[in-house]
């Protein structure tokens, strides 16, 4: 015999102990998309079961396929559009009384989480509870299946919620990496003629999502990145060579003497030749 015991909650996710409610199922399509037209008034969860394409949450875009959840909190206006010639299915989940401890009303997560979780291993088994809360209500009397899928959906968004808080773990850890890795490419090709889609091209990674990371890792863009690299090669040039203004705008990347003035300007206040006169006469 097999036996499982439980232990009492001594750190409850849920606020109080009024379940939360299951207002909405629905299977959404390539067909029958987009998301239904009351979503937004409530708490909801998006789950990519083929296919791919794009989630948009208050005009941030967040590229999703099969395996993704996305949790959408109260009040986020948003959309999913699958991406051009892919079959896509994708099932969402409506819910009331939402209340997470720590959080207000209707939220999952606090409003600047980055709100996409990938089930990984765990994908069967949220398929599962999905799954399951179809059966419910076509098998259980209507007085019933309320309840009954009020509780699974509770145990449905427990698991989420720990498989969101060991996913965010493990990519803050790769980020972290990732950020570094490119932030040494830059290092070492700053003065090469560079734009977004050819670094990214050259690390395979998406543009966006090298954007993404490296803003995360460093407080700024790669471009904007770049640029402070090349203008501090050029302060180092101005004070310790004769070399004209041009000749070190075209060392430090900048084909265009002007564009580079302007550039500098910007950035440190005054003219390259004000610069060099400046601090040469300290």
Not at 15 to 36: F, I, M, R
Request: with cysteine; hydrophobic share 35%; charged share 10%.
């Amino acid at each position: 015999m097999s036996l499982l015991t439980f232990n009492p909650t001594t750190n409850p996710r849920f606020a109080s102990e009024q379940t939360v409610q299951l207002s909405y199922l629905c299977l959404l399509s390539s067909d029958t998309l987009p998301l239904p037209a009351d979503c937004c008034d409530q708490a909801e969860i998006l789950f990519i079961m083929k296919g791919s394409g794009t989630c948009t949450i208050h005009n941030t875009s967040h590229p999703v396929s099969r395996g993704d959840i996305v949790l959408v909190n109260q009040g986020c206006l948003h959309s999913f559009l699958p991406q051009n010639g892919t079959a896509t299915r994708a099932l969402a989940l409506g819910f009331k009384r939402l209340q997470i401890k720590g959080l207000r009303p209707g939220q999952f997560l606090p409003s600047e989480a980055v709100p996409i979780i990938h089930t990984g291993h765990t994908y069967p088994l949220i398929a599962q509870f999905f799954q399951q809360t179809k059966k419910i209500i076509t098998s259980l009397p209507s007085q019933l299946h309320q309840e009954a899928c009020n509780h699974l959906a509770q145990a449905l968004i427990l698991l989420i919620l720990e498989q969101y808080n060991h996913t965010t773990v493990a990519n803050r850890d790769a980020a972290y990496t990732l950020g570094q890795y490119i932030k040494t490419y830059l290092d070492n090709h700053y003065l090469e003629e560079l734009s977004l889609s050819q670094i990214a091209q050259n690390l395979h990674i998406s543009p966006y999502y090298l954007s993404h990371i490296f803003k995360e890792c460093t407080g700024c863009s790669p471009m904007q990145y770049i640029t402070q690299l090349r203008i501090s090669e050029a302060q180092n040039l101005l004070l310790s060579t004769k070399q004209s203004v041009t000749t070190i705008a075209m060392q430090c990347g900048y084909n265009n003497s002007n564009y580079f003035q302007s550039v500098f300007s910007k950035f440190v206040g005054m003219p390259p030749g004000k610069y060099r006169n400046t601090w040469k006469q300290t």
